[in-house]
């Protein structure tokens, strides 16, 4: 595969002694390569080495890795903020000196208050932690697996219409020379006839000064250099697609320089038929950048 696109969906899951966890992953279209992460609490550890594994494959992309876990049984057990409650059994003389009839609260009331009972979590020993994150970064390597053939499919699907649109660029750049090979003659009997026009008097027309008249207007229309560099354009980007790794940003330039040069065109063009292919020309090339956006 000589081109990867930049979006693409991965999803893998999986179960271990005590938990189990779901990996997914997301990429979408971006100038440079942004990695962002939602883990739950407590794997902030993560990651660093996650990170490092996103960065070796992709190069480019806003990439999102969202990580689940689920344990199976409970990780500790539960104990009273004695704080918390001292805090409540404090105010209550004062409520009952504003409210003397209140009722006493009874002891599962206190209890249900909140902040009262908490949870109390074990932190897992090295060992667990370690085997913990060698599970969860394989999964991790499994899903950026997955992500990385996703992107590739899509590029492998790009490359067929990025390479239909620059043949339809090389074939526009055919007809313009076509075109562009009668216009001397044409513009050399277009200004006769206006100079006719004007003079009404044929005879009075200078062959000399028609000549350079004439010659000056082909030299401003001259688009031989335009349709050159819109070739070359063409054959570059062609061997680019062969290329493997990261081409997006060269090809995303190249469409900058073919509208440039579809631009010059359009603007030296004397000729309807020629005006018309120029702007099929820029109509394709827009469609090319606009695909080019997704490429890595």
Known sequence: ???????????????????????????????????????????????????????RIFHRGNIFLNLTVKWERPKGGYRVNTEVLDYYLSVLPHIHAKVPNVVQPSADGLLSLRGVIE???????????????????SGLDDVLGQLLSMRDAEGGRLEEVLRDQLNSIAESVRRA????????????????????????????????????????????????????????????????????????????????????????????????????IGLDLKATIDQLREQVQNIE
């Open 119 to 137: 949870t109390e979590d074990e932190e897992p020993d090295e060992a667990s932690r370690r085997k913990m994150e060698e599970v969860l970064l």
């Open 1 to 55: 595969m000589s081109i990867s696109s930049m979006t693409g969906f991965a999803r893998a899951q999986g179960q271990a002694e005590d938990f189990t966890w779901a990996w997914e992953a997301k990429s979408v279209n971006g100038k440079g390569r942004e990695i962002r992460f939602r883990l739950p609490s407590g794997f902030e550890f993560l990651e660093v080495p996650a990170r490092d594994r996103a960065i």
């Open 177 to 276: 020379g076509d075109v562009a090979a009668t216009q001397p003659e044409a513009i050399r009997e277009r200004l006769k006839n206006q100079i006719e026009t004007l003079l009404e008097d044929a005879s009075a027309l200078n062959g000399d000064r028609l000549a350079q008249e004439a010659a000056l207007l082909m030299t401003k229309a001259d688009i031989r250099e335009e349709l050159d560099r819109l070739g070359a354009h063409v054959s570059a980007a062609s061997d680019l697609l062969n290329v493997e790794g990261s081409v997006g940003r060269k090809l995303d330039f190249l469409c900058q320089e073919f509208n440039r040069e579809a631009n010059t065109l359009c603007s030296k063009s004397t000729d309807v038929d020629l005006t018309r």
